[in-house]
């Protein structure tokens, strides 16, 4: 026994430091979700103001909850939990961009398909090259640290990333369909380009490069896109035809909710396994599920998936932007900077104006090329479109310090001086940009672009859509979707036809190829039998088809 003792209390020290730990992570945790209600209440109560929005209102209390915490522990600490890569890409991320592609307008989104791929791609690469080059040429002069051309090229894919996060909060969809739909989508392809092109950059020898070494780099990122992109509608189609042919709705709502959710996340995993872009998956995996998969299930699946959907992006979007406000003041890289605060502030100017430029250099110029190749001056971007376009993707995110964390630290620390500047920097422009820019974004649409008069958001609203399935939720809508098909399109007859109106003309083709073989396969509307997900639905589904019978004699 006594030869014991020792051993026992070693057994007990570590009992007690693992209590001590529990204890902190349910403080931590406790604290946190108080925050996150704090943030909601907040922006409920500021929602009307137009200046504020959740992103800055998050921000703003995580600043003064640092500021507390500082107080509280003597300037040792600001935060109550340790930045996570995987915390961001793995959980927070995935609910954010599925639900912007599940709740998107498809039929905008698809019809200025090729001018958000223009800016999301094109444009992505040439503030890429850009603020790189810059940042190259400048940094070097300042001597801020020991970085090389892995860096270098890093510091370009960070400040490339805009914010859709906080884009969605600043544009209206139904106000400005447009302009949402070329920022949103544009901010999106934004994201997974940029972390495409993060993680190509680290997977490649940058020391030689080459035209080889180039051509494989291309190749990489082409194939990336590619093939992220049909994983996420697989997803999506196989998602639908389980739904449709297993009628899980019949037996259990729970279970074809269960199965949406999981199958989405689902193909975000299978992406990360495979190292390709999980963004795009997960976002296109969205926009099929909301054509097909989300027709297939009973109504108040529907009601229940539109509304899960939309509060598990809503709480990450508020956590994201909250713990950003708390590591703004993280005293640990800020010590590293203090002998030299004034060139961490110039570092950070640096950066935001090569932000600047790099986004005017291919908004401008590619919103000329998109408009020679529109036909009526309705669907050309006005000069006040573009300004507002340049604008509203000034501001950068948690995408941007996500990649930042991953290329300057290990586990959220950092002992290098230039190391500790570039994560400051980032920090401090992903603050001002998004305090500033988003502040700012909303007087200018009012500004540019005064909504007509005769305004209303309900008659805008899509009719197939989850997102506006609430407002017009006894309405068919099938009339306006046809409508869209035959409006004022020529039927194309030849190549030239094509070659001048190729998103009507494609969307004329994809609708004929749609209703005549992917619809009866998985399904959609009008190609699914009603489901009643409760004996009210029944009755009420009932009682629409007694008034329409009546209405027909």
């Known amino acids: 026994m006594i030869t014991m003792a020792p051993e026992l209390s070693l057994v007990f020290k570590s009992l007690d430091m693992l209590g001590a730990s529990d204890h902190a992570t349910v403080v931590s945790i406790t604290m946190f979700v108080t925050l996150l209600c704090a943030c909601i209440v907040i922006g409920h109560l500021l929602e009307e103001n137009r200046w504020m929005n959740e992103s800055i209102t998050a921000i703003a209390i995580g600043l003064c909850t640092g500021v507390v915490i500082l107080l509280t522990t003597g300037g040792k600490s600001s935060h109550i939990l340790v930045f996570s890569e995987d915390l961001f890409f793995i959980y927070l991320l995935p609910p954010i961009i599925f639900n912007a592609g599940f709740q998107v307008k498809k039929k905008q989104f698809f019809r200025n398909f090729m001018t958000i791929m223009l800016f999301g791609a094109i444009g992505t690469l040439i503030s890429f090259a850009i603020i790189s080059l810059g940042a190259t040429q400048i940094f070097k ?37 447009l302009l949402y739909s070329l920022v949103f989508g544009e901010g999106v392809v934004n994201d997974a380009t940029s972390v495409v092109l993060f993680n190509a950059i680290q997977d490649f020898d940058l020391t ?25 509608a697989f997803a999506g189609l196989l998602s639908a035809y389980i739904i449709k042919k297993l009628y899980f709705g019949r037996h259990s709502t729970d279970r074809e909710v269960a199965l949406m959710i999981l199958m989405a996340y689902l193909s975000y995993m299978l992406a990360e396994l495979f190292h390709l872009s999980a963004i795009l998956t997960v976002f296109f995996c969205g926009i099929v599920m909301s054509h097909y998969t989300w027709h297939n299930v009973t109504e108040s699946s529907r009601v229940t998936t539109k509304h899960a959907f939309a509060t598990l992006s809503f709480m990450a979007e508020i956590f994201i932007f909250l713990y950003v406000g708390m590591d703004a003041l993280d005293i640990e890289k800020w010590r590293f900077v203090r002998s030299s605060p004034g060139k961490s502030i110039g570092v950070s100017a640096i950066l935001q104006g090569l932000v600047l430029i790099g986004r005017a250099a ?8 998109s408009n020679l190749t529109k036909k009526t ?17 000034l501001m950068r995110g948690a995408v941007s310090v996500a990649l930042a964390y991953n290329q300057f630290t290990r586990a959220g620390h950092t002992q290098l001086r230039g190391n500790a500047i570039m994560i400051t920097s980032t920090i401090t422009v992903v603050l001002f940009s998004t305090v500033v820019f988003g502040l700012m974004t909303k007087p200018l649409v009012r500004l540019l672009l ?19 399935f609430i407002v017009p939720l006894l ?26 109106t190729p998103t009507h003309t494609v969307h004329r083709y994809w609708r004929k190829f749609d209703n005549a073989f992917m619809r009866p396969v998985f399904g959609g509307r009008g190609f699914v039998p009603f489901v009643p997900g409760s004996p009210i639905e029944q009755s009420l589904h009932q009682k629409e088809e007694e008034t329409e019978t009546e209405t027909q004699t």
């Not at 479109?385 to 604008?391: E, L, P, S, Y």
Request: aromatic share 12%; net charge negative; glycine share 6%.
């Open 208 to 232: 030689h490069i080459n035209s080889k070494i180039a051509l494989q780099f291309f190749g990489n990122f082409s194939y990336l896109f590619i093939i992220s992109t049909l994983l996420g």
């Open 141 to 177: 002069k300042m001597d801020i640290g020991p970085l090389e051309l892995g860096d270098y090229l890093a510091i370009g894919t960070i400040f490339s990333a805009t914010d859709s996060v906080c884009t969605l909060q600043v544009l209206n969809q139904d106000e400005t369909p």
């Open 450 to 468: 005064p909504p007509p008069k005769p305004f209303s958001s309900m008659l805008s609203s899509e009719p197939n859509s989850p997102k506006s």
């Open 475 to 500: 309405e068919n809508g099938q009339e306006a979707e046809i409508d869209f098909g035959a409006r004022n399109i020529l039927r194309p007859s030849s190549i030239r036809m094509l070659l001048s």
């Open 377 to 393: 001056q309705n669907e050309k971007i006005t000069f006040n479109q573009q300004v507002t376009i340049w604008w509203a993707g």
């Open 362 to 369: 291919f908004v401008f110029p590619l919103s000329f090329l």
